[in-house]
């Protein structure tokens, strides 16, 4: 059974940061790529940032670029999200994703396996 499991989310004022994290289970994920997603209220998913697994390559959206790293823990199957400088317009849920490619794809459509998402709400 695959499983994502989001944590780390939370209120923070404007400047501030946070670390999610995504525990993966149930897949070769040395065969996926691992992204994260943010949905804010009332606007669609968007993509944030995406990991090939086996190489460690990454890529970005432009609104992150800078200030949010993606990284991974083999040992632990674990995702990663550094998310410094915040602001505001980071605010929303924040999902993780996996889809079983060879490239990294900012459609979420593409996207295979789920999880729950994490609040994360940037305010003073």
């Known amino acids: 059974q695959v499983q994502l499991v989001e944590s780390g989310g939370g209120l923070v004022q404007p400047g501030g940061y946070l670390r999610l994290s995504c525990a993966a289970s149930?897949?070769?994920?040395?065969?996926?790529?691992m992204s994260w997603f943010r949905q804010a209220p009332g606007k669609e998913r968007e993509y944030v940032a995406g990991?090939?697994?086996?190489?460690?390559?990454?890529a970005y959206a432009d609104s992150v670029k800078g200030r949010f790293i993606i990284s991974r823990d083999n040992a632990k199957n674990t995702v990663y999200l550094q998310m410094d400088s915040l602001t505001p317009e980071d605010s929303g849920v924040y999902y993780c994703a996996a889809d079983r490619a060879t490239v990294i794809l900012i459609d979420a459509r593409w996207y295979d396996y789920w999880g729950q998402g994490t609040q994360v709400t940037v305010s003073s």
């Open positions: 149930g897949l070769p994920f040395s065969s996926y790529v």
């Open positions: 990991m090939k697994w086996s190489s460690g390559s990454a």
